[in-house]
């Protein structure tokens, strides 16, 4: 049988082959319905596996990103210090400051991630603040002078 062919039928020249054992009466009969054999690549012969020097993928290269280019946010978190009070706006303050560190240790990724976080939590905090603000004031001026007033009926 020829390992070189899809036919398994064929034979090889008796040039190229070399002599074979008889086949013994157990094996059972080659069925020609059955799926063709694998084929091997066509390399040039004789192939040695380390032959050609293996060339590993060049993945693309992104482009540079300037450390200097992240924002730390540390103005809006250092203002959020005050308004948000100093449990709120404490968090993104420590992550403005982890985000300034990793950036002058040219920590890409972690100044990126640091930079995301400060900003998520500002935002959140000055969201807060805002709706706590705005609270107080429909309380101080609007609820407690209609308490005040004679509209309502006191005992």
């Given at each position: ?45 004789p ?16 482009p ?65 603040s ?26």
């Amino acid at each position: 049988m020829n390992n070189y062919t899809l036919d398994p039928h064929k034979q090889e020249s008796a040039a190229t082959s070399a002599p074979t054992a008889p086949m013994p009466a157990s094996a059972p009969a080659p069925n020609p319905a059955a799926p063709p054999f694998y084929m091997p690549p066509n390399y040039p012969y004789p192939y040695y596996p380390y032959q050609y020097p293996q060339v590993p993928p060049v993945a693309p290269v992104a482009p540079a990103v300037d450390v200097s280019k992240i924002k730390d946010w540390l103005a809006w978190s250092i203002i959020n210090l005050f308004v948000g009070g100093i449990l709120l706006g404490l968090i993104p303050f420590i992550f403005s400051l982890v985000c300034r560190s990793r950036k002058k240790k040219n920590n890409l990724s972690g100044a990126k991630t640091m930079s995301t976080l400060a900003l998520i939590f500002n935002i959140m905090v000055t969201v807060i603040s805002v709706v706590v603000f705005i609270g107080l004031f429909i309380y101080l001026f609007v609820y407690n002078q209609q308490l005040a007033s004679d509209y309502f009926y006191k005992y």
